[in-house]
């Protein structure tokens, strides 16, 4: 590699970088205007009412040659049909443990991007490694393939994107929380009905698990669904769920 390239590759790498520091700005800056603003949630929003909305986006990535990811066991490719038990379980318990609908972003709420993705969004990582993503390659995908962002949010609602990629390493699914408009489930992870769900409680704002095997934010893939009185203010509290 030649010196020119190494400049270019260099300020390539900076640029992205800074652009990704700048979302995560506006995220935090968003997010915590949200919460201020709706006073009401913060403080009673374990009464769950009135009803709210949630909009998201399913996108499937390609692989690298732009052919669709395939099951790993059955080799069958991976489409929306595949995401249909984890969106039946995300409306049921939004809708009856928070009164938040489930809404899509656009038409249809699953879709298989066109053109193929970059090996670090088809194979990430989570907890710190997920903020190295961010700051990369795999970040700067994301970014442009969000719901309701085109450089900056050109949505107040905020909508959360559910990328389904290759493999999340070590584990099924991943969210940076707050810092992001978007979460990660892999291949395995799509099999499993409240991994997304779960995940999109971490995208609402509670960073760590809970210990409760019942519980929503249970690590495990046993959890069950229940959300104790201030996970429901903190969930309904999030820039991402509106009463509009």
């Not at 408009?181 to 999109?200: F, N, R």
């Amino acid at each position: 590699m030649g010196w020119w390239s190494k400049v270019k590759k260099f300020v390539k790498k900076v640029v992205r970088k800074v652009k990704a520091a700048v979302r995560a700005a506006v995220r935090v800056i968003a997010e915590f205007f949200a919460r201020i603003i709706d006073l009401y949630d913060l403080l009673f929003g374990f009464l769950t009412w009135p009803p709210k909305k949630l909009r998201i986006h399913i996108a499937i990535l390609r692989n690298e040659k732009g052919g669709q990811l395939v099951d790993p066991i059955t080799h069958d490719p991976v489409d929306a049909v595949d995401l249909d038990p984890a969106i039946r379980y995300a409306t049921r318990v939004l809708k009856d443990r928070l009164n938040v609908k489930l809404m899509a972003y656009g038409k249809p709420m699953v879709q298989i991007l066109d053109g193929p993705a970059p090996t670090a969004a088809l194979q990430v990582h989570c907890d710190g490694g997920a903020l190295g993503d961010e700051f990369d390659e795999a970040g700067e995908y994301f970014a442009g393939h969000l719901a309701g962002w085109n450089a900056i949010p050109i949505s107040l609602g905020f909508p959360i994107t559910v990328f389904v990629v290759r493999d999340v390493a070590g584990k099924d699914g991943c969210s940076l929380g707050p810092l992001t408009d978007y979460v990660t489930v892999d291949l395995d992870g799509v099999k499993t009905d409240s991994l997304m769900t779960h995940e999109i409680g971490h995208a609402l704002g509670q960073i760590g698990h809970l210990g409760d095997v019942s519980n929503l934010m249970f690590a495990s893939h046993s959890r069950g669904d229940r959300l104790r009185w201030w996970q429901k203010n903190l969930f309904r509290n999030s820039r991402h769920v509106t009463y509009l």
